[in-house]
Structure formats: structure tokens, C-alpha cells
């Protein structure tokens, strides 16, 4: 399995409690994971140690997924607002050896996948909020990464653009992508085929969904 936790847990500072308490799961190659839970319960935390952004304080993570392979979502986009869409995705494709004459063809294809035709040379500080997360999310998808870890992408959208949204999830899914997804909203974890839900740093329950299931 590409990352498997055995028996994590964590706490910010040694006086504090412990904010993941135990936990063991594997999430295989290629599977879009959704976690739920309420606040506070350790979702945020979780996604940063599966992202090796934090270490567990005790138990193991093995995340066999290269660090360059997983690209990041946040519920607040982090874009050069000076910059056109174009080139706020262009930069995450510098890397990647891609041909110019490719990179454009990705760029416009992934501009298109979130429902931003025609706006590639727009600046993206004349986007409104959800339009600028479409950004994040056509930059996160750009260069076709392995993982894809999505802290509440849709917490600031309309259905109708959380739903556009989640199709460019899923069909980069469906390219090979793994996604695991932080969220509050039952409408994207059921476009998941599995739901971690967390209560107070436990797994409260793991559910595996029928692939694909309509919602
Ligand atoms: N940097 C930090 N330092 C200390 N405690 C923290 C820090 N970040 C989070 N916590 C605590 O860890 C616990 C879990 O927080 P976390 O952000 O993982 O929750 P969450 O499930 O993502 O919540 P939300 O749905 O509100 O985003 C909370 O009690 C929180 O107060
Ligand atoms: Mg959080």
C-alpha cells in the first residue's frame, strides 16, 4: 500500500492532549478518500501527517508517494495574485520536463476541466473567490500528480461549482490520481468511494462506497 498508518498518534506540544489517538488504516494507489468529522476532531492534523508535514509523535506513517508527487489544496487559495491564471498554473509544471508546446495543451486543458475557459490570461486577482480556488485546483491537477491531499477545497463554493469541482476531482481519479479530501459537505464525501469519518482523534467509522456512486 502506498500509505499505510500503524497505530499514529499526535499531540502539538508535550502538555497537550493528544489530537490523533491510534490510528491504523492503509489507503491503496489511486483511491479517493474522503474525511469527515467534526471540528476539531483531527481532520486538518491527519491530512499533514499523511503529507509528512508533520511527524507522528508516536506509531509509524510510511508514505511511499515522493513528496514532489503530491500536490496540496487549501480551503483559502494561495495564488500570485499579480500573475494571469496561465501562468499560476504554468509554475507547477516547470518541473516536470513537459515540452512548452505541452505544457500549454495541459494548461489549457485543466483551465477547461474547472470550468475556466477563456480566462487563462485573465489576472486572478479580478477572479472571484471560487473562481481563484478553480485555480488551486486546475494547479494542483496540472502536472497529473500521484496524490492530491484537499483541506475543505469546497468549503467557500456553491453546490453548483462544488460539483464542477469534484467532476475535475474525479476524473483525475479516474486518470490515476489519489485524493484524500477533507470535508464537511455529504455531497462531495458521497462522490468518494470511501469515508474516514474522525471523532476527537479516533475513527469513529470507515466506509466503503460502491465505486462511482451517484449522488
Ligand atoms: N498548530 C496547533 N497547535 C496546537 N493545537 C492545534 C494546532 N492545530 C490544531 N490544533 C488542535 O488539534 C485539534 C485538531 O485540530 P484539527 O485542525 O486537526 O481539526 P479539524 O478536524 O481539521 O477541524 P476543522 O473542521 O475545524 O478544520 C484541535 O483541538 C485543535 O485545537
Ligand atoms: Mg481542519
Known amino acids: 500500500m502506498p500509505i499505510e498508518l500503524d497505530n499514529v498518534t499526535f499531540r502539538y506540544g508535550p502538555q497537550t492532549p493528544l489530537v490523533i489517538d491510534g490510528m491504523s488504516f492503509t489507503v491503496p494507489h489511486g483511491q479517493m478518500l474522503a474525511l469527515m ?3 476539531g476532531s483531527g481532520k486538518s492534523t491527519l491530512l499533514q501527517l499523511i503529507g509528512g508535514i508533520l511527524r507522528p509523535t508516536s506509531g509509524q506513517i510510511n508514505n511511499s508517494i515522493p513528496s514532489h508527487e503530491t500536490t496540496w ?3 483559502t487559495p494561495t495564488l500570485l495574485n499579480a500573475q494571469t491564471v496561465r501562468h499560476n498554473i504554468d509554475i507547477a509544471l516547470y518541473a516536470t520536463g513537459w515540452s512548452p508546446k505541452q505544457q500549454h495543451a495541459r494548461v489549457e486543458t485543466v483551465i477547461e476541466s474547472v470550468g475556466l475557459h477563456g480566462l487563462g490570461e485573465t489576472g486572478v486577482s479580478t477572479l472571484s473567490g471560487g473562481q481563484q480556488q478553480r485555480v488551486q485546483i486546475a494547479r494542483a491537477l496540472a502536472a497529473q500528480p500521484q496524490l492530491v491531499l484537499a483541506d475543505e477545497p469546497t468549503g467557500q ?3 453548483t461549482t462544488t460539483a464542477l469541482v469534484m467532476d475535475a476531482l ?7 490520481t489519489g485524493i484524500i479530501i477533507v ?6 464525501a458521497e462522490r468518494c468511494e470511501r469515508i474516514i469519518t474522525l471523532e476527537d482523534g479516533h475513527i469513529l467509522s470507515d466506509e466503503h462506497r460502491a465505486e462511482g456512486s451517484p449522488t
Open 37 to 39: 468529522g467534526p471540528s
Open 73 to 75: 489544496v487549501f480551503q
Open 157 to 159: 463554493l456553491d453546490h
Open 170 to 176: 474525479i476524473a483525475a481519479r479516474d486518470a490515476g
Open 183 to 188: 470535508t464537511h459537505d455529504r455531497y462531495v
